[in-house]
């Protein structure tokens, strides 16, 4: 059975930086797409950044420059490097992953990301 454990959220004041991780276990693949996803309090779950196999990177506009997403393919893990956060990056934050081109999605339980100004 596949299980995503996602770390690394916290409180963090404006211009801080956060380190969110997605260790996956149970599948005999390893991670061929991975992303990370975040949902503000009322609003709907939106992409902040993927990694596709080979390692091709796709970012939110909000988080370009910001952000940086990558795999460790030795540990089955995704990472989120955050830089220079903002209130608004405030919110849940989902890490999914595939571990085949046309797989099912894998769903992490979420890690909370607070940002104060």
């Known amino acids: 059975q596949v299980r995503l454990v996602e770390s690394g959220g916290g409180l963090v004041q404006a211009g801080g930086a956060l380190r969110l991780s997605c260790s996956a276990s149970g599948s005999d693949r390893g991670i061929y797409v991975g992303g990370w996803y975040r949902q503000a309090t009322g609003q709907e779950r939106e992409l902040v950044a993927s990694?596709?196999?080979?390692?091709?990177?796709n970012y939110a506009d909000s988080v370009n420059g910001r952000f940086t997403i990558s795999k460790d393919n030795a540990r089955n893990t995704v990472f989120l490097e955050m830089n220079n956060l903002k209130p608004e990056d405030t919110g849940v934050y989902y890490c999914?992953?595939?571990?085949?081109?046309?797989?099912?999605?894998?769903w992490g339980q979420g890690t909370q990301v607070t940002v104060s100004s």
């Open positions: 999914k992953v595939q571990f085949s081109a046309l797989g099912a999605d894998y």
């Open positions: 990694i596709r196999t080979p390692g091709r990177t």
